[in-house]
């Protein structure tokens, strides 16, 4: 079996050989381990030296893109943000002050009808109300009181 050198496996690799040549070292890297080997550590070799993919000028073009596009996209988010927030605070401000007036109003009236309550009460019987309340408190004792011992 006759081995091929190493230049010719370049000229494979690169194209350089005619379809005839191709063919049978085709053929022979079937069959060889010792070729195939070769073939494997030139390609490597290829590969290292390939201007495309290990350019550092290219991998920053691209790495430049992706930021850009990036910071293009978080420009647009920090745009949108901001309007977001600003209408949910206002529209949570206008619930809130809302809610607030609605309870206020509503607590003033309920302090409203029961002081006038009280008043006309007090006015009405002639008493104060502080013995009113005590009225109330002897007479619910003395219930409690009464149905205990019975
Ligand atoms: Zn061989």
């Known amino acids: ?3 091929f050198s190493k230049e010719v496996w370049c ?3 690169l194209d350089l050989l005619s379809n005839s040549e191709r063919e049978s070292m085709e053929q022979h890297l079937y069959e060889c ?3 195939l080997a070769l073939y494997m550590e030139i390609i490597d070799e ?5 201007p495309m993919i290990n350019d550092s000028s290219f991998t ?3 790495m430049e893109q992706i930021n850009f596009e990036a ?3 978080e420009e647009k988010m920090s ?4 309007r977001q927030i600003k209408s949910t605070l206002i529209h949570y401000i206008i619930a809130t002050a809302a809610t607030l007036i ?3 109003s509503g607590l003033f009236h309920y302090i409203f009808t029961v002081t006038s309550s009280f008043e006309q009460s007090s006015k009405q019987s002639g008493v104060s109300i502080s013995k009113q309340i005590l009225n109330k408190t002897i007479h619910t004792s003395k219930t409690n009181g009464g149905s205990k011992h019975e």
């Open 1 to 3: 079996m006759t081995h």
């Open 11 to 13: 000229n494979y690799i």
């Open 33 to 35: 381990d010792h070729c």
């Open 46 to 50: 290829q590969n290292e030296n390939l």
């Open 60 to 62: 920053n073009e691209v």
């Open 71 to 73: 910071l293009e996209s």
């Open 79 to 82: 745009k949108k943000q901001p």
């Open 102 to 104: 609605f309870m206020a």
